[in-house]
T-cell receptor, first 113, second 111 residues
């Protein structure tokens, strides 16, 4: 069965630190990859997505992610985090574009001011 | 443009009762998806409707059911509620083949 693993359940960083959140998926075929973010008290929002093409994708608020097919990974990065990045981040995959999303368990990111 | 809307925001039911949750997709979206976000279990896919038909179903018992109306809005019904059904239920909509947009959710509490 397809699955998504997020390595860090809870990450605490200071402002201006660099961020990398790990994500690995188990499906060996063609996948579409997503990072969603849930800010406190807000609903789930799409941060960035990969469907095809350039494996380095840029999203909103300075986030980017790199799809490494050989490693089945889609890690999320940001060079310098801000306090407002405090949120829960979910890596997700669909096998077909119009199919169900399989989510990772999420990573709670807490940025210290 | 209005986003995905869900009602009610909160719902409190007792064990054995039925719950009905509603979702209105973004205008023009034909697909509606339902997910359960339960404590400790993460986000799990429940149901997918497109053009009024059930297209896919997650690993949930048959007492979780739903439907999609001609205006593409959707309803999720949970029968014979159990305590472990307490969760945030999220609805998402999309055009087929595109990314999903999520609503704010309905918090269901079963006592």
């Amino acid at each position: 069965a397809q699955s998504v693993s997020q390595h860090n359940h809870h990450v605490i960083l200071s402002e201006a630190a660099s961020l990398e959140l790990g994500c690995n998926y188990s499906y060996g075929g063609t996948v579409n990859l997503f990072w969603y973010v849930q800010y406190p008290g807000q609903h789930l929002q799409l941060l960035l997505k990969y469907f095809s093409g350039d494996p380095l994708v840029k999203g909103i608020k300075g986030f980017e992610a790199e799809f490494i097919k050989s490693k089945f990974s889609f890690n999320l990065r940001k060079p310098s985090v801000q306090w407002s990045d405090t949120a829960e981040y979910f890596c997700a995959v669909t096998v077909n574009r119009d199919d169900k999303i399989i989510f990772g368990k999420g990573t709670r990111l807490h940025i210290l001011p | 443009e209005a986003g995905v809307t869900q009602s009610p925001t909160h719902l409190i039911k007792t064990r054995g009762q039925q719950a009905t949750l509603r979702c209105s997709p973004i205008s023009g979206h034909t697909s509606v998806y339902w997910y359960q976000q339960a404590l400790g279990l993460g986000l799990q896919f429940l149901l997918w409707y497109d053009e009024g038909e059930e297209r896919n179903r997650g690993n949930f018992p048959p007492r979780f059911s739903g439907r999609q109306f001609p205006n593409y809005s959707s309803e999720l019904n949970v029968n014979a509620l159990e305590l472990e059904d307490s969760a945030l239920y999220l609805c998402a909509s999309s055009l087929v083949g595109h990314e999903q947009y999520f609503g704010p959710g309905t918090r269901l509490t079963v006592t």
